[in-house]
């Protein structure tokens, strides 16, 4: 697994496949989901070989039913012209119909977003964590940042603290 690919989003015994990277910067994440994915013929091939880009992707509940779109899955190398699908088709998502209800009632009342996270094999089944997201504005990044950094300097402070009182070993 790369350094990039964190595993907070995806269960234990996982296999990560993609995650976004972008989503936990540009979002605050209120709540996840783990949805399967309805996939055509070899899609799993070529997700198996990590062919996938997940960043520019997003979700959105319409007549009841989940839709990720945007989620680009290249063509398995070894299949047949006739049997390719297209990258960028628009993929059903599989949820319990009272989550999709509870998430379709948020994002109305609240203007949230549904963002997906990761994209992994769990037991076989190709599974996607699905964030429900409200956006950050620039100002909140920035503050973010400065929230940061103002926490690594009292840690430094703190443990240039604990250095000086700490008697040295006999």
Known sequence: MAKSQKRRDV????SVVATN???????????TLEVGLVLQGSEVKSLREGNVQIAESWARIDRGELW????????????????????D???????HR????RLAS???????ALVPLALYFNEGKAKLALA?????????????????????????????????RTPPPP
Request: proline share 3%.
């Open 11 to 14: 269960p234990e015994g996982a």
């Open 21 to 31: 990277r972008r989503a936990r910067r540009n979002y605050d994440i209120l709540e």
């Open 68 to 87: 990720l779109h945007n989620l680009h899955i290249s063509p398995y190398s070894h299949s047949a012209a006739s049997f390719r699908s297209e990258p």
């Open 89 to 95: 088709r628009v993929r059903k998502l599989l949820a």
């Open 98 to 101: 009272r989550e999709i209800q």
């Open 106 to 112: 948020r994002v109305d009342q609240e203007r949230l």
């Open 132 to 164: 429900l997201a409200r956006g950050r504005t620039r100002s909140d990044r920035r503050r973010d940042i400065q929230q940061r950094a103002a926490d690594a300097e009292a840690a430094r402070s703190m443990a240039a603290a604990r250095r000086r």
